[in-house]
């Protein structure tokens, strides 16, 4: 009987393929399949910072997402991505899944691990998530002592965002996107404008970080990232 | 003239040194010094991480850090520790400093960032946390989609931390050390108990994972963290 392989959850860092662990870089390196979500059978962002790590021969796993915001369809791709990779299993394979940023952080890697992990031995590799990476790029920490750190999607809703603002000392608003604007004007409302920055593309070839009082317009990229501190500053 | 070394916040993860990026393995094996925080001279969890990646004629830096929750003591060793890195610096060595976790997350390279960024060329190479490491080795995720994820130091006020646990879809209780008792205490109070799990020492050989409600006494190791999820599990 053949013995089933091992389904890594691989974190593959931020954007710098240098920011990869050292175990995402073994693990990669000797799996014979990787797995990646790909947007309309093409783009991965986690592959192109594996890529450099990748061997020649490895086989490619893609499970292509529908560009859609519906809830079905992405659970369609996932089910059938959870099928290859299930084959591959079976056959004695281990599949090294590559995901942006930590796995568990806000990730798709759930998706896969919620309907594999019971069957078959799962490895998760914890990753360098995109906010402590934005800290390091701008120069300054993320949060110190006894401050509250919150992270919030910029996707929930205006009163929540406030609310939740106005009792941390230190908070990394993620996929800022299309949210851009809201978040502006949120800021502003506050007063936290000026103790706010901007991340676009952390740690990769395209990044860009300015004040986001500075910044015009509603939409920025996806993967765009917000930090505003008001915790003490007596370091 | 010399040209003055660069100074290095190196993130070197949770505990497994196989968890430290690229990025630090490369620098750590570069840099002539490196430097790191002991206590009573001796002890170093950074430098334990780091030790497989330890060039044999590396120079070790200690700063040595008071045991004691005073102020001023620890202030007086930050200034001892940079006015020994400026030496370095100044003699155009670079200079490594060893954090556990990511510089920037909780972490005390910020005290000697504050005092030596502005006169030398300084890069921070954020790591992996140990909240998303804590996630990894629990087997589930920290936080998905709309979440609001929230990061508190046990040391807080039982007033704030109850505030704060009520209004998250996942909490991260980071020192918990000796507040454990008070935080089973409000985590009961709120009826969260079931919902909590507890890790000391993640990815290090000492790890533990544990029920929060099946853990007695009111003391834990420093390096415990306490996850409490509520939000949708419909994955």
């Given amino acids: 009987m053949t013995k089933t392989g091992i389904l890594y959850g691989v974190g593959v860092g931020p954007g710098d393929p240098e920011l990869m662990t050292v175990k995402a870089w073994r693990i990669i390196s000797m799996a014979p399949v990787v797995a990646y979500l790909t947007a309309n059978s093409t783009e991965s962002t986690a592959r192109d910072i594996a890529k450099p790590f990748l061997p020649d021969d490895v086989i490619e796993l893609k499970i292509d997402m529908p560009m ?31 995901c942006e940023g930590d796995p568990f ?22 990753g360098v998530s995109s906010i402590t990476a934005a800290a390091a790029r701008m120069g300054r920490p993320l949060s110190a002592r006894n401050d509250v750190l919150k992270v919030l999607p910029a996707t929930l809703e205006a009163d929540r965002l406030r609310e939740e603002l106005l009792t941390a000392q230190s908070t990394a608003i993620i996929k800022v996107g299309r949210h851009f604007g809201k978040i502006k004007n949120i800021l502003s409302a506050l007063d936290l404008i000026s103790k706010a920055t901007v991340i676009e593309n952390a740690t990769r070839a395209n990044e860009r970080i300015r004040k986001v009082e500075d910044v015009e317009g509603d939409s920025l990229p996806y993967f765009t990232t917000i930090l505003v501190y008001t915790g003490s500053e007596t370091w």
């Fill in 105 to 126: 952080f806000y990730g798709s890697f759930m998706y896969i691990f919620a309907r594999l992990a019971d069957r078959f031995e799962t490895i998760v590799v914890p």
């Fill in 68 to 98: 859609r915001t519906e809830r079905e369809p992405a659970q369609e791709a996932y089910d059938r991505g959870a099928a290859a990779i299930t084959e591959h299993l079976k056959a004695g394979r281990d599949v090294a899944m590559l």
